[in-house]
């Protein structure tokens, strides 16, 4: 018997979550690999039939909670979409400035937290310092620092603060010759390149054929972005590069969120200007009252069943930090969708580890799982 | 693509200065500079909403970011102001998660007792929606965030205790919502209303009078109808939409409309 099954996880530092990755082993080789996931199962897709258009947003921030606005936005949309409603311009530009930020944030946090699984303390501080700077933003305008609840169907809660495009500019300026430090902290560091170097790798055609997206599909060469392919928001609007690396491998996912971030901070100083000139309302007008807050729930399902409400499906599709989200909402009539379903990118890149752990060896396993970017909260929700 | 340092070259280029004497150097900066000014808040004992630290905490290089500010709108413990609630019952229909129960306070005649929100802050997710729905703005988030308790119980704010955070004066959220500019009203479908005086009896804010209407002539061999020729008559601008008159009805003669 020199083969055998071992669990890593559901606690195990290497998981980032609840979740179970079980290894066939042959002494360090790594012969298959089963993840097993539901541990974080809340049944959100299932609440959310419960609750009004509105209040689902609050779920949402729960559904991942490193990238928490970005699933509002894009829950928010199909919502939209659903109930034939149009946000205003202003809201649409906040949105895609929040999505941004927070695609700042989840990457950084992803840098702090991959590199420490590779056992390098200094960069995690690094990065929870910066991230921290992106939290105060957000907390600056939405009020909540990890669970905003910021956005409404129609729109969002509020207009941004007098100032704040002046320190979110303070935060980019601090922000950008600190990509030169994580670079060097890592990409300069003799160790991290022979221990993330060929590791991990899966090429543009598995990726797409696996359904894996993201910054693992765009490491593989795949220009595939659906910012770009496929503008929603605003994001026709402002110039980008689609950022895209060769190796296919560790290294190659690290390079494309660090230009992923350099390329974050270009979109934000282009959304800040235009923020800046132009004022506008935030929330649509017309938005009926059975959105939930901010109106009072009528309480009569039966009444509104009666009138006749438009009914439509919504859907939407975004680049969320960790890959393509997508969000399906159907309005059969009445104050709660009458379903909710969401596509995690998380939950593809985590199924197809089979793919790019097989003939590793067992302590590769935290690199290249790192490298993911695992958010279980939405592997689940 | 991201510029790609090579160690080797760096080790050649700046010899042992690079690599020894300016990590050295650095090292020795920050632990003067941190004698001088530690960065450490010692937590309990010192808050970042302290006014000293109020955008005086840096980063490491000495910029100030503004970072460290517990900003006014944070959604923390909730202020009640009792004496202003109008028993509308609209923060607890918008909770999502069920947590706000509407409790008998003093302070109410005993036909209409004055109910006050309270909060069980074990079941709040600090979404705000119950702030943004109060038409009075009694009902506030205040940014006190510390909430540790060793009893489960102590997790419930009787409206009591969020009257006392009233009357701390934590800053409050300033960004309140106004209200939409042609908001749905209450209509009558007056050949349903049998006049029994529920909905002007309920209303929070009185703005329902009964009023007399004049009888309707029955038609030839037709007898005349029994009910109260009384009807509502809804005053809108001190309407705040909360819905009691609708949920109390009950001939389901109310409902949301747009005047026409």
Redesign the interface.
């Known amino acids: 018997m020199s083969e055998m099954w071992i669990n890593m996880g559901p606690q195990h530092p290497m998981t980032h979550g609840l979740w179970n990755l079980r290894v066939r082993i042959d002494g360090e080789r790594i012969l298959d690999v089963d993840p097993e996931m539901g541990y974080l199962h809340r049944g959100i897709e299932k609440i959310s039939e419960d609750r009004h258009y509105n209040e689902v947003i609050t779920l949402m921030d729960r559904t991942c909670y490193v990238a928490g606005i970005a699933w509002e936005h894009l829950y928010v949309q199909a919502a939209e979409k659903a109930l034939g409603i149009a946000p205003t311009e202003r809201s649409d530009w906040i949105r895609m400035m929040s999505e941004e930020f927070q695609r700042l944030a989840s990457h950084i946090m992803w840098y702090a937290a991959f590199v420490q699984d590779l056992g390098l303390m200094s960069p995690f501080l690094y990065g929870m310092r910066d991230r921290d700077l992106i939290l105060d933003l957000f907390q600056s305008y939405t009020g909540g620092r990890l669970t905003y609840e910021y956005m409404r169907v129609g729109g969002v809660r509020n207009d941004v603060p007098e100032g704040f495009t002046h320190r979110a500019r303070e935060v980019l300026d601090w922000l950008e010759p600190r990509f030169v430090e994580y670079d060097r902290l890592c990409m300069g560091s003799d160790i991290f390149r022979r221990r993330c170097d060929d590791l991990g790798v899966l090429k543009a055609n598995d990726c797409v054929r696996l359904g894996v997206t993201g910054p693992m599909l765009r490491s593989a060469g795949s220009k595939r972005d659906l910012r770009k392919d496929r503008p929603y928001s605003r994001y026709s609007q402002v110039e980008f590069d689609v950022a895209t690396a060769d190796s296919a491998d560790v290294t190659g996912r690290y390079l494309v969120r660090m230009e992923e971030m350099r390329q974050s901070v270009r979109i934000l100083r282009q959304v800040l200007d235009w923020l800046d000139s132009h004022p506008g309302p935030v929330l649509a007008d017309h938005l009926p009252r059975w959105l939930g807050a901010p109106y009072a729930p009528i309480g009569r399902e039966a009444y509104l069943l009666k009138r006749n409400y438009p009914k439509g499906v919504g859907l939407s599709a975004i680049e969320e930090p960790h890959g393509e989200a997508c969000a399906y909402v159907v309005n059969e009539g009445g104050e709660h969708p009458y379903r909710v379903k969401f596509r995690s990118p998380v939950f593809a890149n985590l199924s197809a580890a089979h793919h790019y752990l097989v003939g590793y060896h067992v302590a590769d396993i935290p690199p290249i799982m790192g490298s993911v970017d695992v958010c279980v909260g939405e592997v689940d929700r | 693509?991201?510029?790609?340092?090579?160690?080797k070259k760096?080790a050649q280029g700046e010899g042992d200065q690079g690599l020894i004497v300016k990590p050295m150097y650095t090292a020795a900066r920050q632990f003067m500079k941190s004698l001088v000014r530690p960065s450490t808040i010692v937590y309990p004992f010192e808050r970042l909403e302290d006014p000293k630290f109020r955008g005086e905490v840096r980063?490491?290089s000495g910029?100030p970011?503004?970072?460290?500010?517990?900003?006014d709108?944070?959604?923390g413990v909730h202020a009640l102001n009792i004496n202003t609630c109008i028993s509308c019952n609209?923060c607890a229909?918008?909770c999502?998660?069920l947590c706000i129960d509407m409790v008998t306070v003093p302070g109410g005649d005993p036909k209409h007792p004055k109910k006050c929100p309270e909060i069980d802050y074990g079941k709040c997710?600090?979404?705000?929606?119950?702030s943004?729905?109060c038409p009075e703005g009694c009902l506030t988030?205040t940014t006190r965030y510390e909430l540790s308790v060793t009893k489960r119980s102590d997790m419930v704010y009787s409206p009591q205790k969020m009257f006392d955070q009233f009357q701390r004066k934590l800053p409050m959220?300033p960004?309140r919502?106004a209200r939409?500019?042609?908001?749905?009203a209450i209509l009558l479908d007056a050949p349903l209303c049998i006049g029994c005086n529920a909905c002007s009896r309920d209303c929070p804010t009185n703005c329902i009078t009964m009023l007399d209407i004049p009888k309707g002539t029955p038609k030839p061999g037709e007898k005349p109808a029994k009910r109260i020729w009384k009807e509502p008559v809804i005053n809108d601008s001190d309407c705040v939409?909360?819905?009691t008159c609708?949920?109390v009805c009950p001939k389901?003669c109310l409902?949301?409309g747009t005047h026409t």
């Open positions: 693509m991201a510029a790609e340092v090579d160690t760096r980063v490491a910029k970011i503004g970072v460290g500010e517990v900003w709108n944070y959604r609209l229909f918008s999502p998660d997710s600090y979404c705000g929606f119950c943004d729905a988030m959220n960004i919502l939409p500019a042609n908001e749905d939409r909360c819905g609708i949920s389901e409902f949301w």
